[in-house]
């Protein structure tokens, strides 16, 4: 009699544990996406987008190169969650074109 109140206690852990297997890599990318977003939100406009002196060329390509490196960070557990893995090379090598660019 009381194995059926354990046995849905298992049952909805055994649920929950299975949502977070397949979405924790996907939610922390979100989140780390929106930690960015907001931690530069205070600074990008008097810094970046309205000096008063202007800023080094670097930082202009670097606020360019970051973001769509966070693009790709949230796009590469979107792949294997969707089941998409076989457009990971593809992925892979734009993300190679990136560093290099990077490095010069």
Known sequence: MSSKPHALANQMTTKRAN????????FMSLLIAATVVYGFSHTIDHNLIHPSPLPPLV?????????AWVL???LQP?????????IYPAHTWIVDQFLELARC
């Open 78 to 86: 979107t792949l294997v969650r969707s089941h998409n893995v076989h």
């Open 19 to 26: 949502f977070w297997r397949e979405y924790f890599y996907f």
């Open 72 to 74: 790709f960070f949230i």
């Open 59 to 67: 930082l202009y390509i670097h606020a360019i190169v970051f973001p």
